[in-house]
């Protein structure tokens, strides 16, 4: 049987019927397969790194200096240990008005730093490992402040107040993470240097760190032991890490990136899955004949079924292993097109993602391709003179209930997210019923426009759309599915661009200040009045440490942005008039006039007005009374009212605002924003020399980087949906070349009785158009709902419809069936009538 098979495979080859359903099995595990070996590498990339991310066996992280005898309590135990501080400052290089400054992320580190891996420094070429760190009076930086500041070995910097010489440039932290970006470049120093710089002020927003490393079993006890009395004393902001949890915001984030390329690839993967079952069931109908001749000729049904499903299944390992090879190809493309998101120095592909590929390969052949196949055994022998054909058995139907649980479960195993797979499912198949149902009406409503022209190539086009309902449908769907993916990353994709920058206004300031001490604050907001007179608002660290009677901490909360709020300080503000862009959306702002009528400024009220945002995050309602810790300072205030916030205006904002009397005895800062022009870029330099505690925060170049990022991760998604056009191409293709020998016997029917070869043509033509025409107004509408569902629930900004997306999708709907269906279509008419109703 396997030599039949075998022979049948060849035959079928020659005559080119396996080559399209090769062509469409690649498409779809190519774009898997690239996904999955990309994917792959950089999850083989962390646990490679899992030993570094931390720089120690166990790291314990706070907000505030961590209690020292934690410390003697690890060295008694025979621990190594090492602390480093992390926060952001501001460096300086140059004198004059030739100073430059940057933001950095300042990285003081004891002399034990690391407690495993190595720091890696530039040397020429080559990056080597080395065990010391920066000495007392020196600084090692990235090569990216090298080049911000115009710096060169052996010059200086100013950190505050010390003047470093910068000795080493860092190729590579072990605990900075693996090769993600960071926005602010590193400048690392002797923790020694820290008293005299004089950067740590009241308000300075610090990480502390203490590094452990020892003996596994040892490390997970004192693990225990730390976290019970983190539990057990209610301390906030205290966090313990290990090698064991490894650094989890990072493997959610790849998670997320994972599952989010995983479904543009299965977008892919969905339509070649189409164009399988559309090529399949085609093979299916040029087959009926050759089955009956092997019924006549002896072979049973069973052993027809065995012949053509060995027949696919070489055609499937063939296909899969050829589509593994694209996506091998193809995740190199990813790699360089997401150079700075990504680390180079990723391990080599394992061989996982091959055999998922080929497994996916053989799920969607088994799938999609079986029911046609099915149907092929229950052709009878009398098919030979009686050109009839049985209605599907209960096999067959059973086969495409298959094909459709396969197509679920292909989609739970790419996503590993029940939920997400269902309801990507659930979506995928709404889309297509909704299509779908358009497309009959469309084609319903076509019998009316027959008679709008007097033209024998229209008639004869409405009459073939009308004739083959079915098919029509198809190519509409197919080619709607395709060209939405198109238009959403061109037409709706600049749409969305271009409002996001409507909503940011051109005055909307693009330098943050902070760290602005009491004594400070006068003399700077004098030099900022040219800058548009900018306001200062206070800014005041403090902790929520309860609601209403319940005390608050890490585990009150099950969602992980709720825990993230609590477990640190928030930038609390006090002032009594609401700021500008502050909208009140329930309650009422605070009037400290009213809060106690008998005029006891110790009797007054303390109110809160919380951002709407926040409020549903924590669950907090007006009424709630909120506890916070300021520097030890319990402050208590209700909540009053709920504000909603113009996050896009780049303005000074804060979560909670308290009325000033309640916050009066609170140690604060002062914060400000200004827009700074380009012709007076000295100014901020001119201001760190004289105030070197400041923080300034270049929040224009903050969004370049953004812009660059988001930039990167659409070229590499539109590389994605490069393989989406094409399964859509692929089933455009399918549906016309299966209804090709129809065609062809219609087309030599109506030229047996007079029609003209150019009239037919024309019929064509104009069938192409009306498909196409109807895809691409399809394929707009549902790009531009896509595009206003992004602006309104993920952009949160106005949508304005844009007419081009209609017109660009008419035009090139029209554009892609007309070329389509003229290389599906182009050989109906040029074969002779005769022969064609002879074969027929």
């Known amino acids: 049987m396997f030599r039949l098979s075998f022979s049948m495979t060849m035959r079928d080859w020659r005559a080119g019927e396996l080559r399209f359903l090769l062509i469409a099995l690649m498409v779809a595990v190519g774009s898997l397969a690239s996904v999955g070996f990309f994917t792959d590498r950089m999850r083989s990339g962390l646990n490679r790194d899992a030993h570094q991310l931390l720089g120690a066996d166990l790291l314990v992280g706070a907000d505030q200096p961590i209690n020292p005898e934690w410390r003697v309590e690890a060295e008694k135990r025979g621990f190594k240990i090492a602390e480093t501080l992390v926060f952001p400052s501001m460096a300086l290089a140059g004198k004059g008005d030739d100073a430059i400054s940057k933001l950095v992320s300042l990285k003081a580190v004891s002399n034990d730093y690391p407690l495993r891996g190595n720091l890696k420094l530039n040397k020429g070429e080559a990056e080597v490992a080395t065990s010391e760190v920066p000495q007392s009076g020196t600084a090692w930086v990235d090569p990216a402040l090298m080049s911000a500041l115009n710096l060169k070995l052996g010059d200086k910097i100013k950190l505050g107040e010390l003047q470093l010489t910068v000795t080493q440039t860092i190729a590579s932290e072990p605990d900075r993470g693996a090769g ?189 391709a079986l029911p046609p196949i099915l149907q092929l055994r229950n052709v009878p022998h009398n098919r030979v003179i009686r050109r009839e054909q049985d209605a599907p058995k209960a096999m067959t139907l059973v086969s495409y209930v298959l094909g459709l649980s396969m197509f679920i479960g292909l989609l739970l195993w790419q996503t590993a997210d029940v939920k997400l797979g269902l309801m990507t499912a659930a979506g995928f198949l709404t889309g297509l019923l909704v299509f779908a149902l358009v497309a009959w009406l469309g084609m319903s409503s076509l019998k009316r426009l027959r008679p709008v022209f007097n033209h024998s190539a229209w008639r004869f086009a409405i009459t073939a759309l009308q004739r083959r309902p079915g098919a029509s449908i198809i190519q509409v769907v197919s080619l709607a599915l395709g060209l939405m993916a198109l238009l959403l990353l061109t037409v709706v994709r600049a749409d969305l661009i271009t409002a996001w920058k409507k909503a940011t206004p051109a005055d909307a300031p693009n330098q943050f200040v902070i760290n602005i001490q009491p004594d400070q604050k006068n003399e700077i907001n004098a030099r900022l009045q040219n800058f548009g007179k900018p306001l200062m608002y206070p800014m005041i660290r403090g902790r929520l440490i309860q609601v209403n009677d319940r005390a608050i901490g890490g585990n009150s909360y099950a969602e992980d942005q709720a825990k993230r709020m609590v477990e640190r300080e928030f930038n609390l503000s006090t002032m009594n008039e609401l700021p500008a862009l502050n909208k009140i959306t329930a309650g009422a702002w605070f009037d400290e006039n009213k809060n106690d009528g008998k005029g006891d400024a110790n009797a007054v009220q303390a109110e809160a007005s919380v951002e709407e945002g926040i409020a549903k995050t924590l669950k907090l309602k007006l009424g709630d009374k909120l506890v916070f810790d300021v520097a030890g300072q319990k402050v208590s205030a209700a909540v009053t009212s709920l504000r909603k916030l113009d996050w896009g205006s780049m303005r000074v904002n804060f979560f909670v605002i308290i009325n000033p009397r309640a916050m009066a005895d609170t140690p604060q800062t002062w914060i400000t924003a200004f827009r700074l022009p380009e012709s007076d870029k000295t100014f901020v330099n001119r201001l760190m020399l004289d105030f070197p505690n400041l923080t300034v925060v270049d929040v224009g170049s903050m969004i370049k980087q953004l812009q660059d990022v988001l930039d990167q991760v659409i070229t590499a998604v539109e590389f994605l949906f490069l393989f989406t056009l094409a399964s859509g191409v692929l089933v455009l293709y399918a549906a016309l070349a299966g209804s090709q020998d129809v065609r062809m016997r219609e087309a030599a029917l109506l030229r047996a009785l007079g029609a003209t070869r150019k009239q037919l043509s024309q019929a064509q033509w104009i069938e192409f158009l009306l498909i196409g025409g109807l895809s691409g107004a399809l394929a707009a509408s549902g790009a531009s709902a896509i595009g206003w569902a992004l602006a309104r629930f993920s952009f949160n900004f106005e949508w304005t419809f844009s007419p081009v997306v209609w017109l660009a999708g008419l035009l090139i709907g029209a554009a892609c069936a007309a070329i389509g269906g003229w290389l599906g279509l182009r050989n109906v008419l040029n074969q002779p009538p005769l022969l064609s109703l002879r074969e027929s």
Not at 188 to 200: F, G
Not at 208 to 231: H, N, V
């Open 180 to 368: 993600f970006m960071n926005f602010a470049p590193r400048a690392m120093i002797s923790l020694k240097d820290i008293p005299a710089s004089n950067l740590i002020q009241n308000g300075s927003r610090v990480t502390y760190r203490l590094l452990i490393a020892g003996e596994s079993k040892a490390i997970a006890s004192y693990q225990k032991e730390l976290q019970g009395r983190i539990e057990t004393e209610k301390l906030k902001g205290v966090r313990l890490e290990s090698l064991e949890s490894g650094r989890p915001e990072m493997r959610a984030t790849l998670d997320r990136a994972d599952q989010f390329l995983s479904l543009v690839s299965l977008l892919s993967a969905m339509l070649a899955a189409v164009a399988i079952a559309m090529a399949a069931r085609r093979f299916m109908l040029r087959h009926l004949d050759a089955c009956a001749m092997l019924r006549c000729l002896g072979l049973t049904q069973n052993q027809v079924t065995s012949m053509y499903l060995i027949e696919f299944f070489m055609l499937g390992l063939l296909g899969s292993a050829a589509g593994v090879a694209l996506g091998f190809a193809g995740h190199y493309v990813l790699l360089e097109w997401l150079g700075k998101l990504v680390t180079k120095d990723l391990p080599p592909a394992n061989f996982l993602p091959a055999f998922q590929g080929i497994a996916t390969g053989l799920l969607l052949l088994v799938g999609f």
